[in-house]
């Protein structure tokens, strides 16, 4: 650990900003230990803190909870949140101001507007605190600690949020609020990918943060000429994450994928595992459930809506709010650890398959059998209709007559379902969509919900 006063080397000294994050991220190792129920009720102490303020200042808020028969006091712990109907994302656009608090306590400010990318069609405007940001920065320590990246190695970070590359001497916050580190490399995820395979070759970083759909185009590169020397990590942001390109990375580099769950509204909300494989949800900030169509918890293995409560946000109650996203719920970790589980996130309901009998799921389109008909190097699969589904590859060369014909007979039977399939062939990369992120199972239907 870096000191913070001049002149002290050891032992290291902290003040002010860098001092708030050792405390919380030395806590935060010994909650993530605490059983599952000391966690709940620990949650459900936050939650009546939280709920008490937003029903004396967010009108919206105590709108909400008049219109369900609540009070203040009827919401005692995160087991009772579910009388409480789900808060929309249509809910959120409409509810303006008046959904903000219009009084937050001073130790929480200064406040922070954030804008969702609009991946569902919906983009929402939120406010966050100072406080949700302090322990944002303590869970990215968090994702450091559990993955043990050294923080002397090279950082590479390719995101939309660059404009032009940047160089700098230390990985920034919040590892140089703490630690000395080695040196860091930004670019912008609109640059070239041959560029960036070579500028990466050059830089030769220990660790890479990187976009799925951007790692799966670096991956086309490094098969030819190689990964960058002495890459250790790779962690994935986003977007949701497919088996088939953890399988690569792994063949390839011989690295498994160290991914995180997040978004604009709610910062962390989930850390893959290193040794379980499960995403721990960060349950000192949040209260994520996941629901079934009835509004039920789902059982461990089954497909829910992910519904998620902010238990620091005293600038707007995000509390139950249905934040578009599909997760797998999950069970107990062989890690230890009590944080509750998701065990896998599985995208955007446009990223479930519909059936004309109502059936809903997550695809499988049995991308592990392509390689016996065709090499082929990108797939992406759109249902424009309840019986029909485009299949996209992208190929180096043209596909002979018996895999045009294998490969929709491989997806009809990964499915489960005579689809007719369109296959439509491209040489490079497939489009991303037109918020810049990739998905590989789209549901275009016309009977789709637009929700």
């Known amino acids: 650990m870096r000191s913070g006063v001049e002149g002290i080397a050891w032992p290291p000294m902290l003040r002010d900003r860098a001092a708030e994050l050792a405390a919380l991220s030395d806590y935060l190792q010994v909650s993530e230990m605490l059983a599952l129920a000391t966690i709940?009720?620990?949650q459900s102490e936050q939650l009546r803190s939280l709920v008490r303020h937003h029903a004396q200042h967010s009108p919206?808020?105590?709108?909400?909870?008049?219109?369900?028969?609540?009070?203040?006091d009827d919401l005692t712990d995160v087991a009772s949140l579910r009388r409480l109907p789900v808060l929309t994302r249509a809910?959120?656009?409409?509810?303006?101001?008046?959904?903000?608090?219009?009084?937050?306590?001073?130790?929480?400010?200064?406040l922070f507007a954030r804008q969702t990318s609009g991946s569902t069609g919906q983009p929402v405007s939120v406010r966050r605190t100072r406080v949700c940001g302090d322990l944002l920065l303590a869970m990215t320590m968090r994702d450091h600690r559990w993955f043990k990246r050294d923080f002397a190695g090279r950082l590479a970070l390719i995101r939309p949020s660059f404009d032009q590359p940047i160089r700098s001497h230390d990985w920034g916050m919040p590892v140089n609020l703490l630690h000395s580190s080695g040196p860091a490399l930004a670019l912008p995820i609109t640059t070239d990918i041959a560029e960036q395979a070579a500028i990466l070759a050059e830089f030769k970083p220990q660790v890479l943060v990187v976009y799925p759909a951007n790692l799966a185009a670096l991956l086309d590169q490094w098969e030819k000429n190689g990964a960058p020397p002495g890459l250790k990590h790779v962690k994935t942001i986003g977007e949701t994450v497919s088996d088939a390109?953890?399988?690569?990375?792994?063949?390839?580099?011989?690295?498994?994928l160290e991914d995180g769950y997040s978004s604009e509204e709610c910062g962390s909300i989930a850390l893959q595992c290193p040794e379980g494989g499960q995403y721990h949800v960060m349950a000192e900030g949040l209260y994520v459930e996941v629901l079934r169509e009835d509004g039920t918890s789902a059982d461990p293995g089954e497909v829910g809506r992910v519904t998620i409560t902010d238990l620091l946000n005293?600038?707007?109650?995000?509390?139950?709010?249905?934040?578009?996203?599909?997760?797998?719920a999950g069970g107990p970790c062989a890690c230890g650890r009590g944080l509750p589980t998701l065990q896998r996130i599985v995208g955007r309901e446009r990223n479930l398959v519909r059936f004309p009998d109502g059936r809903r799921h997550w695809p499988l389109v049995g991308f592990q059998r392509f390689s016996e008909a065709a090499p082929v190097r990108q797939y992406q699969v759109i249902q424009t209709a309840l019986g029909r589904v485009e299949l996209r590859v992208s190929c180096d060369s043209p596909l002979s007559p018996t895999a045009r014909k294998r490969l929709p007979e491989i997806v009809r039977e990964a499915l489960g379902y005579?689809?007719?399939?369109?296959?439509?062939?491209?040489?490079?990369?497939?489009?991303?969509?037109?918020?810049?992120?990739?998905?590989?199972?789209?549901?275009?239907?016309?009977?789709?919900?637009?929700?």
């Open 418 to 451: 005579p689809f007719e399939v369109d296959l439509v062939e491209f040489r490079n990369r497939l489009p991303l969509g037109p918020n810049g992120k990739f998905e590989e199972f789209i549901c275009r239907s016309a009977s789709e919900d637009q929700a």
């Open 314 to 328: 005293f600038a707007m109650p995000l509390i139950r709010y249905d934040i578009g996203d599909y997760a797998v």
């Open 60 to 72: 919206a808020f105590l709108d909400r909870l008049n219109a369900a028969g609540l009070g203040a």
């Open 245 to 256: 390109l953890r399988l690569r990375l792994k063949a390839l580099c011989g690295l498994t």
């Open 40 to 42: 709940a009720a620990r």
């Open 91 to 110: 809910e959120v656009q409409r509810g303006g101001d008046a959904l903000f608090a219009h009084s937050v306590p001073a130790s929480h400010l200064p």
